[in-house]
């Protein structure tokens, strides 16, 4: 699993070495202290270049990855996602599984106050597949957040490609 931010210091960012893993490494998150801890606030992460692959076919699946998180404790550090979302180049596992594997870890990680992982997957055989993840702290507040986006999520369809 991730390191704990009180007993791991950050070792991605800064490093002269980055190491590519190629199979499944939620072991490489890694998190720093939300300074703003009193504040509700969005944080948006969109990985334009997400790469997995098809769990029969064993073609790529290309996808643009977006994260909103409302942070909590925890926020994740930016080279840390970006070598963990690598790991997933060599997965053979369906577009839904990855979008949710991706949240719990996240969610398992940060404990944030609301979290999604939307997964905008390019067309391949003339389908594309965007399957979104969600999750709330359940603070009502958070809860009322999760239920008006999760009912209005297919309202403003993406499109991608």
């Given at each position: 699993?991730?390191?704990?931010?009180?007993?791991?210091?950050?070792?991605?960012?800064?490093?002269?070495?980055?190491t590519y893993k190629y199979q499944y490494a939620p072991e490489l998150l890694e998190t720093f202290e939300n300074k703003h801890q009193e504040n509700?606030?969005?944080?948006?992460?969109?990985?334009?270049?997400?790469?997995?692959?098809?769990?029969?076919?064993?073609?790529?699946?290309?996808?643009?990855?977006?994260?909103?998180?409302?942070?909590?404790?925890?926020?994740?550090?930016?080279?840390?996602?970006?070598?963990?979302?690598?790991?997933?180049?060599?997965?053979?596992?369906?577009?839904?599984?990855?979008?949710?594997?991706?949240?719990?870890?996240?969610?398992?990680?940060?404990?944030?106050?609301?979290?999604?992982?939307?997964?905008?997957?390019?067309?391949?055989?003339?389908?594309?597949?965007?399957?979104?993840?969600?999750?709330?702290?359940?603070?009502?507040?958070?809860?009322?957040?999760?239920?008006?986006?999760?009912?209005?999520?297919?309202?403003?369809?993406?499109?991608?490609?």
């Amino acid at each position: 699993m991730a390191k704990d931010l009180k007993t791991s210091p950050l070792i991605q960012l800064g490093s002269s070495q980055t190491t590519y893993k190629y199979q499944y490494a939620p072991e490489l998150l890694e998190t720093f202290e939300n300074k703003h801890q009193e504040n509700d606030y969005w944080v948006t992460l969109n990985a334009d270049e997400f790469t997995s692959l098809c769990p029969i076919t064993n073609q790529p699946d290309f996808a643009t990855l977006v994260i909103n998180y409302i942070p909590n404790i925890k926020m994740v550090e930016s080279k840390s996602l970006k070598l963990y979302l690598f790991s997933f180049i060599n997965n053979g596992e369906f577009h839904e599984e990855v979008v949710n594997k991706i949240g719990k870890d996240l969610t398992h990680l940060l404990e944030p106050k609301y979290l999604e992982v939307i997964g905008l997957f390019y067309p391949r055989g003339n389908i594309s597949i965007h399957p979104a993840f969600s999750y709330d702290n359940s603070e009502e507040k958070y809860k009322e957040i999760h239920k008006h986006r999760f009912m209005s999520r297919n309202s403003n369809p993406q499109r991608v490609g």
